[in-house]
């Protein structure tokens, strides 16, 4: 059964704090996404991936950082992290872009204080 | 910036009952549309999806219909149970795009 799995689930950051979320999944689809939802807007798409190696900007990517250094792999970084900036974040992949079922993670809930 | 509109925020239904959600969209090139199902503290998972070349798709106890020329969708849930309580997001996306655009949800309640 297809799996995307991420960690932590719960993060509590400080403001200015380094924070990298990560994000594994066990179908072998190409594509990868980041996203958050926040009550009232919905998922947001962050940053996404077509592949190992590459990193594309989604709709909201100020202040997130991507990686995707293999095909199972895809971080998030919050290099200078900020109240803005929590929220629950998710991770998805995909096999045949904005048309295919996107499978998600659970989710990692994050708080920066 | 692309926009997918959901109605309405939250719901409440009786046991039994049909459910209603809607969304409404803006770019034309959109052409695939799926619903999403979420329970608290999991993540989101396909529901039921339509094609822009399609009005209806039925799967079980929920139907979507889409009004191309009024650029609309909807989901209904027949006999609705406490057990389909949850977020419902409706999505959509074009053709040869990475980008899937979600509303912002609808919070069902379905009392027993």
């Known amino acids: 059964e297809a799996a995307v799995t991420q960690s932590p689930r719960n993060k509590v950051a400080v403001t200015g704090g380094k924070v990298t979320l990560s994000c594994n999944q066990t179908n072998n689809h190409n594509n990868m996404y980041w996203y958050r939802q926040d009550t009232g807007h919905g998922l947001r798409l962050i940053h996404y991936s077509y592949g190992a190696g590459s990193t594309e900007k989604g709709d909201i990517p100020d202040g997130y950082k991507a990686s995707r250094p293999s095909q199972e792999n895809f971080s998030l970084i919050l290099e200078l992290a900020t109240p803005s900036q929590t929220s629950v974040y998710f991770c998805?992949?995909?096999?045949?872009?904005?048309?295919?079922?996107?499978?998600f993670g659970p989710g990692t809930r994050l708080l920066v204080l | 910036q692309q926009q997918v509109r959901q109605s309405p925020q939250s719901l409440t239904v009786w046991e039994g009952g049909t459910t209603v959600l809607t969304c409404s969209y803006e770019d034309s090139t959109f052409n695939y549309f799926p619903w999403y199902q979420q329970f608290p503290g999991e993540g989101p998972a396909l529901l039921i999806s339509?094609?822009?070349?399609?009005d209806k798709k039925e799967d079980g106890r929920f139907t979507t219909f889409f009004n191309k020329r009024e650029k609309k969708l909807s989901l209904h849930i027949i006999d609705s149970q406490p057990g389909d309580s949850a977020t419902y997001f409706c999505?959509?996306?074009?053709?040869?795009?990475?980008?899937?655009?979600f509303g912002s949800g609808t919070r069902l309640l379905v009392s027993p």
């Open positions: 998805a992949s995909g096999d045949r872009g904005g048309q295919d079922t996107q499978y």
């Open positions: 339509i094609l822009s070349v399609s």
């Open positions: 999505a959509a996306s074009g053709t040869g795009g990475y980008k899937v655009v």
